[in-house]
């Protein structure tokens, strides 16, 4: 998901039971209507966010809010932040999905179901990262 997406998810689209979240093309940057699976770190996580909501704001619809109940709009800074406390240097937000793309190409994933996790519109997307996994290649002409 990317950081918009992320930031304006609502809980009536988050499906703890099945492990899903629910986009609707108004919430996605290609428009169009998708699920994005969860695996265990992202419901532990989730569970988390329910937990500060519950006690913090209840009646809030956001899944990413602060202690008064308002949107929180931007990642920037706290990103920015834990990357310094990490001793992390030039990284953004974004490249999160990148690696996420890399490791899942580098993995051997297909790359439709890389671009349906990933969101993209068209397969030319994520063929960027056709060229981490050469062996994938090699191995199908074997």
């Not at 988390?48 to 929180?72: L, M, S």
Request: aromatic residues 8%; positive net charge.
């Amino acid at each position: 998901m990317g950081s918009g997406e992320m930031l304006g998810l609502e809980w009536s689209r988050v499906d703890l039971q099945n492990l899903q979240l629910y986009l609707e093309g108004r919430h996605t940057k290609a428009g169009k209507r998708r699920t994005v699976p969860l695996n265990a770190v992202a419901r532990s996580a989730l569970l988390n966010q329910a937990r500060f909501r519950a006690d913090q704001c209840p009646a809030v619809p956001w899944v990413f809010c602060n202690r008064e109940g308002e949107r929180i709009p931007s990642v920037k800074r706290s990103f920015a932040t834990a990357c310094e406390k990490a001793g992390i240097e030039d990284f953004r937000f974004h490249d999160l999905r990148h690696t996420c793309a890399a490791w899942l190409v580098q993995a051997g994933v297909p790359q439709p179901e890389v671009r349906d996790l990933l969101g993209h519109s068209t397969i030319r997307m994520t063929e960027r990262y056709a060229h981490l996994a050469p062996e994938n290649v090699r191995a199908a002409v074997a």
